[in-house]
């Protein structure tokens, strides 16, 4: 334990310095949280709006490529199909009560055709050894470092080939 006067400010003045220090760096700290959580925000708005964007080109390519279908027909041409089949009325007769209008029905939106996923390739067989322990493994390392090291088959001198011996004359 320091006795002098001198010490003891030396270490206050530490304590304080330190003390700051880490207030500062607590601060940073909560500075780079917000701005993490401002970046997932952008992230996840950016990802929503890929993600709708690519709904709408989908509906446009299904728009685009679906069989077309029969229009209906103005309720004027219906109106008249209607009049033509009915029979007139004899004079004096009292006219039959209207049908009420019938709504067209909306064509349902048909679902989007879900793409067919590639057929999955066949793994690879395991083999038939097992997994090792890490215990064997360390051991087959241990007597590999422990073992000399492998030497080469010493090299057999190079014989030059005999030359053809001169013939004798007997």
Known sequence: MPDKPMDLQKL???????AERAAAAKQAMRLV???LKQARKLFKEARKAAKQAKKKV???RESLWAPVSKLNTSKAADNAKAAATTKPLAK??????????RKA???????A???????PKPRARKSAQTLRSAAEV???VIERLQSPPPTLAPELPEVPPEAPAP???N
């Open 113 to 119: 055709a879900r793409k067919r996923r590639p057929a």
């Open 138 to 140: 360390a051991k087959t």
């Open 33 to 35: 949280k917000v701005q």
């Open 105 to 111: 029905k909306a064509a349902a939106p048909k679902k």
């Open 12 to 18: 206050k003045a530490n304590a304080e310095k330190a």
């Open 92 to 101: 004096g007769a009292a006219m039959p009560p209207a049908k009420p209008a």
């Open 167 to 169: 013939p004798s004359s």
């Open 58 to 60: 989908a509906e446009m």
